[in-house]
């Protein structure tokens, strides 16, 4: 069929019309196609920015130098030394840090098992080196030696001392208890307290008094050693008076051979240190005790002591032993020989 010339103008003018609509309408399906993706993407995009700014202001906390996280109770020790709660490791072995409470150094024991108490050979050995006035029952209540576990823990490096006892007296408006007939001296540890007055600083301080198994822990470390720097006695290592005159405790840290393998200072001699625990009259604790994070027992009338003082004479090579242990009345601040004071304990 021949078509005339208005017709044909008419055919292209619609068949341009047509292509014209089919290429916009692709372009608006490609535009919605780009659009939607980019829109959620962008909606993803601000939620993953959103949590990664919450997750990094959680991580990056800013705390002040050296200061630990807060202290909570250590009254709920695991079921038992295979237990499944991973133990918090926020340290290394004897890394140091400082309890901004009351500027105190204290070093790091880690958690695990350790050798407590001493057995009937260690006992008989101590006998062979010592004044035939020392007894084999002294040490009754040390025993059976047993495996002990322990959360990891912080300890006060050195005994409390005078200038920190002060600010706490201070802060808190009690009396300084009497002081020793050498005077205070700022550097030496606090002398005279009674276990309530020791309790009271450590709460001050954020901190609790070490239960008697974390004391041993610190001053013997995990290989039951005798003495917190080995098995042999030397009297160059600690503040005593087996053959020399002192006339009181020493500085706190005058001798830094005789630390602990935690690098606890003074855990033999210079001042005899409270701990948490009632101490068992009847020295039959150990036998009985639980064998992770013991606590003592419930209840008795005295206080477990332990360490030694300077003042103990040649008793000092049985007393100064990490495994000896001693009990005293609480209410008493000043011991017959020597000195009387405390080291704090927190837990991370
Ligand atoms: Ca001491």
């Not at 301080?205 to 003495?227: C, M, V």
């Not at 935690?262 to 150990?286: F, I, P």
Request: some cysteine; aromatic content about 10%; hydrophobic content about 35%.
């Amino acid at each position: 069929m021949q078509l005339t010339p208005e017709e044909r103008r008419r055919i292209y003018e619609e068949e341009e019309a047509r292509i014209r609509a089919e290429r916009q309408a692709r372009a608006r399906a490609v535009r919605n196609w780009f659009t939607v993706p980019v829109n959620l993407a962008l909606v993803i995009a601000a939620v993953v920015l959103i949590a990664l700014i919450v997750l990094l202001s959680k991580l990056f906390v800013p705390t002040p130098q050296g200061a630990i996280r807060p202290a909570h109770s250590s009254a709920s020790p695991p079921a038992s030394a295979t237990s499944s709660r991973v133990p918090v490791s926020p340290a290394k072995a004897g890394e140091v840090r400082t309890n901004p409470r009351d500027g105190a150094k204290m070093v790091w024991v880690p958690a695990g098992e350790f050798l407590r108490g001493s057995t009937d050979s260690e006992v008989a050995a101590m006998l062979r080196g010592n004044p035939k006035y020392v007894q084999a029952s002294w040490c009754d209540s040390e025993k059976p030696q047993r495996r002990i576990y322990l959360d990891g823990y912080w300890i006060y490096k050195y005994e409390v001392t005078v200038t920190q006892y002060r600010r706490f007296c201070k802060a808190t408006g009690r009396a300084m208890p009497d002081p020793p007939y050498i005077g205070w001296k700022n550097d030496r540890p606090v002398d005279g307290v009674t276990w309530q007055d020791a309790a009271d600083y450590a709460k001050w301080a954020d901190a609790s008094l070490p239960t008697e198994a974390q004391w041993e822990k610190a001053a013997r470390g995990t290989d039951g050693r005798i003495f917190p720097w080995g098995n042999k006695w030397n009297p160059s290592r600690c503040a005593n008076s087996v053959k020399r005159e002192l006339d009181g405790p020493m500085p706190v840290g005058s001798y830094p051979k005789g630390a602990s393998p935690y690098g606890c200072c003074d855990m033999a001699g210079n001042a005899v240190e409270w701990c948490a625990d009632w101490y068992d009259d009847d020295e039959t604790y150990y036998a009985t005790a639980p064998s992770s994070n013991p606590t003592g027992p419930a209840e008795g009338r005295s206080r477990v002591l332990r360490g030694g003082s300077w003042d103990f004479g040649s008793a000092a090579l049985v007393t100064f032993r990490c495994a000896a242990r001693g009990g005293g009345d609480p209410e008493k601040g000043v011991p017959l020989y020597g000195s009387q004071g405390f080291r704090c304990v927190r837990m991370p």
